[in-house]
């Protein structure tokens, strides 16, 4: 089992910055065998899409809304996924889960509220 614990959070106005946060923890064996860590998000009415996702190697994949607005990165020291948002539109208000894949599992955490006011 996987445990993850987001933060980072919060009420922004357009055109400003968050960095969100998730620390994975578990057993041992599940934690070195993490590979892919990710956010996804979801708006109201919508379904979860994921938004950016590193692998342990660090390539990065983005989803096109988001592509040179935000940066995702990882401390695998520390079990750390990162996401640093820039430039905030209205239309990224959601709540964003963290989610990591064991060669076994997914995991998500329980989401955090962005949101961002015009």
């Known amino acids: 089992q996987v445990q993850l614990v987001e933060s980072g959070g919060g009420l922004v106005q357009a055109g400003g910055s968050l960095r969100l946060s998730c620390a994975a923890s578990?057993?041992?064996?599940?934690?070195?065998?993490?590979?892919?860590m990710g956010w996804y998000r979801q708006a109201p009415g919508k379904q979860r899409e994921l938004v950016a996702d590193?692998?342990?190697?660090?390539?990065?994949n983005y989803a096109d809304s988001v592509k040179g607005r935000f940066t995702i990165s990882r401390d695998n020291a520390k079990i750390t996924v990162y996401l640093q948002m820039n430039s905030l539109e209205p239309e990224d208000t959601a709540v964003y889960y963290c989610?990591?894949?064991?060669?076994?599992?997914?995991?998500w955490g329980q989401g955090t509220q962005v949101t961002v006011s015009s």
């Open positions: 578990g057993s041992s064996g599940s934690i070195f065998s993490i590979n892919t």
């Open positions: 989610n990591v894949h064991t060669y076994v599992a997914g995991f």
């Open positions: 590193i692998t342990r190697r660090g390539s990065t």
